[in-house]
């Protein structure tokens, strides 16, 4: 039977950084799952909104997870392109807007 865990809450975000962090960043700025870094700066009319690249971060031990076989990590909404790396490891591209 699939279990379902849902770990959007404490994601480490930043747009400062230019390469994948060795180790769980303490620097960055941690919220929860949904989120959009343009909130403000895409709304204000300005024509400003940051087009960068933002990088999440989270760190989960196994036991927090139930005991599986296999994992699957699902992302319902990551626009434009998404990289998704596990322990330093690249492990897919996404480009897109949106689409799980």
């Known amino acids: 039977m699939r279990t379902i865990l849902n770990i959007n809450a404490k994601w480490a975000f930043t747009k400062q950084a230019h390469e994948l962090p060795a180790s769980m960043p303490t620097d960055w700025n941690f919220l929860n799952l949904p989120h959009s870094w343009n909130a403000i700066d895409g709304q204000d009319g300005g024509n400003d909104y940051f087009r960068g690249t933002g990088w999440y971060a989270k760190q989960l031990s196994k036991l927090e997870l139930p005991e599986a076989e296999r994992y699957y ?21 996404h480009d897109g807007g949106y689409s799980t």
Request: proline share 0%.
């Open 73 to 93: 990590l699902e992302f319902r909404g990551a626009n434009s392109s998404a990289d998704v790396y596990l322990d330093g490891k690249h492990l897919a591209h």
